[in-house]
């Protein structure tokens, strides 16, 4: 048995090659995406080993949804929990927003994970928590130090004069010296900028005191302990963690991105997955009449349906193999991409990336092997079925069964992804919507072979008038194997319908924060800060000074208690008239700060829109790998249909039809084909998209025609390139060899 299925592979090598090709890449983004999230993990792990190394338990503020301010973390009560028996130590710490000014005048690193620290000398001048790798601990309120790798990227050493961003006012400050940062923040590429105690204590604790008190338990003393001992004596708003506790963030962006990848996966494997079941199905109906010689001879059914469910697994073997070696790259692309520091590394992608995970290769193995499987199971019973007296047939095969079932099927399933949709745009729940879609697709895959022969009726007329006999033979080709053109255009379909569902929710929420960023610009320019930076106080004032300005206003910031309200969000401000430009500059050169933006009302109305087009262009990027392979499916599909084909090519080429005409024959039936799938895809893609927008409140649907117009031609396109080959290979074959034989 595995001696015939070898010989088979090896006679069909490269019709199995396409559909393992199309196994490969899902596996490939299955393996990246777990190898990826691994390095990243084990980045952040030894982070967090190396972190803090002097702390057991850490007293901070309780997370409460009061806007009454917690009681303040001051000496007193540093000086009570340094009492506590099994405490050796208690660091006030302080910590807060600061961001790094580069050479070239922006915001080094990710601002997300850019703080400011208090530097704890010792008596020797070093701090534990930040061991020194050159220079000094700053001393004085002009004076830094920066983490190595922060300093390194930035291009700063030690001794030069800098600028730092704090409570959103620019510092011109002295590097005096540089660290090694233990740090999960620098391992997700922010930047640490440590200051003196009382520079600390004003500037980042806002005068009022620590942010944190971090215990250091006695020697035998386990951290449990000393949390538990220090909860008793802490004022109401005040709890005492674990070091574990504290330094527990959740999953991170790693998890979210191994998420995201391994999702896009599920859609290229399901995607696989047809050309898969609809390679083995042709070539089943190919190697009918071998079947039924290995029946005459005495094998079972059950032994041609092993022997095709080998040919599978030996498929899903290869693929899995090949498709984890190129995970390995895409995992090593991946950290390239999105750097994670390993603690004190001081490079990117400090933990190493494994080239062997048994997570990984065993995920990589089931899902290559099992898709492989799954979907040869349906083609493997139907070869299964084949009579011996199909081994004395010669001509055409029989014809196959009928539609009607599978018709009523696809109808009753799409009209109930339909009514779902509708409902769910009432609802506004997107995972409703989600649902809706899948069983739009199920249904959608069974109503297609009925589409095709559809598409091909109406598509017969005006392609006679504007091909002539090439359209024509064309279409009836199409709708010949109605389940076969189905299968390849279901490919198509899926991926597309994923990518209009997305374009057209992404566009309209994109216009709509762009309409609505601009009808609520109220002034000629408004002055904000950039994520997680503030705005300092005194902006408005320094504004407000300047040439060319005829009026400030202040946006009050949330309140941060019930008597203090936060810094401003934004200043706006009104130029004199046709001044807009020049104070534009103006206001850039006096702020001189980085973290400050200055925008006029079209720039507003962009930035509004901005944060949608890199998600679109995420999706566009990962999902074309689906299109890719429905594009093999055509290929695939089309090579097969041309050796089946044989003698019907030789018989019309024997009656006048010329090399160019036979091609032209091949490229037509291609094009249908895809024109089929993309037709579903972009149809319903656009419908659930449309969904999802309308049950969001106060949404503005907006359709992109242009780009799901250019989705449609862009299918066409490929089908034009997926039936190159084909096509040169029906207008090659030899007239007389092709009349004499009777089949493929």
Known sequence: ?????????????????????????????????????????????????????????????????????????????????????????????????????????????????????????????????????????????????????????????????????????????????????????????????????????????EGRGYTQLALTAAPGVSDDQVAARAAKVLPSGLEALTRDQALDTGSGDEDKMTSLLVSFASVVLLVSAFLVANTFTMLAAACAREHALLRVVGATRRYVQRMVLIQALLVGTVASVVGYGLGVGLGAVL????????????????????????????????????????????????????????????????????????????????????????????????GIVTGAGAVLLVGLMLLAPWCAVVLAGLLRAPLRRLAGVRGTLAVENARRNPRRTAATASALMTGLML?????????????????????????????????????????????????????????????????????????????????????????????????????????????????????????????????LIGALGVVNTMAMSVRERVREIGLLRAVGLDRRATAAVVRLEAVLISLLGATLGVTSGAALGAVAVLGQDSATLTFPWTRLALFLGAAALLGVLAAALPARQASRIPVLRAVGTDGA
């Open 499 to 627: 990518i209009s569902a997305a374009t057209v929710g992404v566009t309209s929420l994109s216009h709509m924060a762009e309409r609505d960023a601009a009808r609520e610009a109220t002034s000629d320019l408004r002055v904000s800060a950039v994520d997680f930076a503030e705005m300092g106080d005194g902006t408005a004032r320094r504004i407000g000074r300047l040439p060319d300005v005829a009026t400030v206003r202040t946006v009050p910031g949330p309140r941060v208690s019930k008597t203090e309200a936060g810094p401003p969000l934004a200043v706006l401000v009104d130029a004199d008239p046709g001044r807009i430009q020049a104070l534009d500059k103006r206001i850039t050169r006096e702020l001189d700060n980085p973290a400050l933006v200055v925008r006029d009302r079209a720039e507003l109305a962009a930035e509004a829109a901005r944060p949608y087009e890199p998600f679109l262009n995420l999706a566009y990027a990962l999902l074309s790998t689906s299109v």
């Open 335 to 430: 950290k390239t991409l999105f750097p994670v520091l390993a603690a004190g590394s001081g490079q990117a992608g400090g933990a190493p990336l494994h080239l062997f995970s048994p997570t990984a290769a065993g995920a990589a193995l089931a899902v290559g092997v099992g898709v492989t499987a799954l979907a040869a199971w349906l083609p493997a019973r139907r070869a299964a079925r084949v009579s011996p007296m199909a081994a004395m047939r010669t001509g055409e095969p029989s014809a196959p069964a009928s539609l009607r079932w599978r018709t009523v099927a696809g109808f009753g399933v799409t009209l109930t992804g339909a009514l779902g949709a509708v409902s769910a745009a009432g609802s506004g729940d997107l």
């Open 1 to 205: 048995m595995l001696r015939t299925a070898l010989r088979s592979l090896r006679a069909h090598a490269l019709r199995f090659a396409l559909s393992g090709f199309a196994v490969v890449l899902g596996v490939a983004f299955v393996t990246g995406a777990l190898l990826y999230g691994e390095s990243a993990r084990a980045a952040s792990a030894q982070a967090g080993e190396k972190s803090q190394p002097d702390v057991s338990a850490v007293v901070a503020a309780a997370p409460s949804s009061s806007t009454e301010e917690p009681p303040e973390l001051g000496p007193g009560l540093r000086e009570r929990l340094q009492r506590l028996p099994g405490v050796s130590r208690v660091r006030g710490v302080v910590e807060g927003r600061a961001f790094v000014v580069g050479r070239d005048g922006s915001l080094v690193g990710s601002l997300a994970d850019s703080a400011g620290v208090n530097y704890q000398a010792g008596d020797d001048g070093s701090d534990t928590r930040y061991p020194l790798t050159s220079g000094r601990g700053p001393q004085a309120g002009g004076e830094v130090a920066l983490d190595r790798r922060t300093a390194e990227r930035a291009g700063y050493g030690t001794g030069d004069r800098i600028r730092v961003v704090v409570r959103g006012e620019t510092r011109h400050v002295r590097l005096v010296g540089m660290f090694t940062a233990h740090d999960s923040r620098v391992a997700a590429g922010g930047t640490l900028t440590a200051f003196d105690p009382s520079t600390a204590l004003r500037e980042l604790g």
